[in-house]
């Protein structure tokens, strides 16, 4: 299901539900955005590149868990290809009224407020259909990019463990934000 299409930069852009099919380009997409991060330091918890199998079971369940309303979870494409996707996860229990967000974008397509409008358009539906009241993230440290997002769209700073995060025998800070919706 097509949720919004618009130009960015003479590219026709669409942003959609994400289908059982979707699973061998969502894994040259998760693949391709391991790359870049380990290239910068490691700004993605993802740390090594994901296998046929491990997509098609990830995706799998993400498409079920947005059918059972325990998530949303969108992807965008251009050209017929994904270069970024983002999801609200609920927080099970006493929790409910939480969720995790998550995004990850291609590098060519950060910098153009791409982001901004796939984080605006994945909140609106986790608060939506999810009856989510508070979203949370963790950011990398040296992924001032992202944070720099972050605080545009709302989100406050209220933890950090510092070097809590290692990647290639690196350490840096792990920082938690939260929105109230």
């Known amino acids: 299901m097509i949720l919004d299409t618009f130009d960015l930069n003479g590219k026709k852009m ?30 993605l918890s993802s740390i090594k590149p994901v296998t046929p199998k491990q997509e098609k079971e990830w995706t799998k369940r993400a498409v079920e868990s947005i059918k059972k309303k325990n998530s949303v979870y969108i992807l965008a494409e251009a050209n017929g290809k994904i270069i970024g996707s983002a999801s609200v996860e609920r927080v099970r229990n006493a929790h409910g009224h939480v969720g995790t967000f998550g ?30 009241e508070i979203i949370k993230l963790g950011v990398f440290g040296n992924n001032i990019r992202a944070h720099k997002l972050y605080t545009k769209m709302g989100f406050k700073e209220v933890g950090k463990i510092k070097n809590g995060i290692k990647v290639n025998g690196k350490y840096q800070d792990d920082i938690t934000m939260v929105k109230y919706l």
Do not use: C, H, W
């Open 103 to 132: 995004i990850v974008i291609l590098e060519k397509f950060t910098g153009k407020g791409f982001g901004k409008k796939l984080m605006s358009k994945t909140i609106a539906l986790a608060a939506k259909e999810l009856k989510i």
């Open 14 to 43: 669409l942003i959609r539900y994400p289908k059982l099919s979707d699973y061998k380009e969502l894994r040259k997409f998760y693949n391709k955005t391991i790359e870049e991060s380990l290239n910068k330091g490691g700004q």
